[in-house]
């Protein structure tokens, strides 16, 4: 049973990749389309853009990146938490119905705590990711 529920989510993971991956794709290429601000101003010291920008900002690229790289993590961060809660859950069940053999107590014990640390890392890789992005943009 517990080997159809872990092939059920190996599953239900993998078919996210198989649909994530296409979707992000086009968004990371359109990341590597040139700034057409920076184009346009080249050397230019007070040329403004339709936009409202002028020459001495040209972030729009950093930011675009930036962005997607917060979103890619943001959903993978999504996908691990999701998948650590089912499995603190499934970990409660086999606790639950381990009938006191210590074999089975000690594998759903195993299951909750890998699953807890699971979590712990990826409310870390959010802080760690967000500080890393602060401090490259910062220039």
Do not use: E, H, W
């Not at 296409?22 to 230019?44: E, K, R």
């Not at 594998?107 to 705590?113: D, E, L, P, R, Y």
């Amino acid at each position: 049973m517990f080997k159809n529920i872990r092939n059920l989510i190996v599953g239900i993971v993998s078919a996210f990749t198989l649909v994530a991956v296409p979707i992000a794709a086009p968004a990371l290429a359109s990341a590597a389309t040139p700034n057409i601000q920076s184009n346009l101003c080249g050397a230019a010291t007070s040329l403004t853009v339709n936009n409202g920008g002028d020459c001495g900002s040209t972030s729009g690229g950093t930011d675009q990146i930036n962005n997607i790289i917060t979103t890619v993590i943001n959903i993978f961060s999504l996908v691990v938490g999701v998948v650590s809660v089912i499995m603190i859950i499934v970990g409660g069940f086999r606790y639950i119905t381990s009938g006191g053999d210590s074999s089975k107590v000690g594998g759903a014990k195993n299951t909750i705590i890998y699953a807890l640390i699971g979590l712990v890392v990826v409310a870390l890789a959010q802080f760690i990711v967000q500080f890393v992005l602060n401090k490259v943009t910062q220039q």
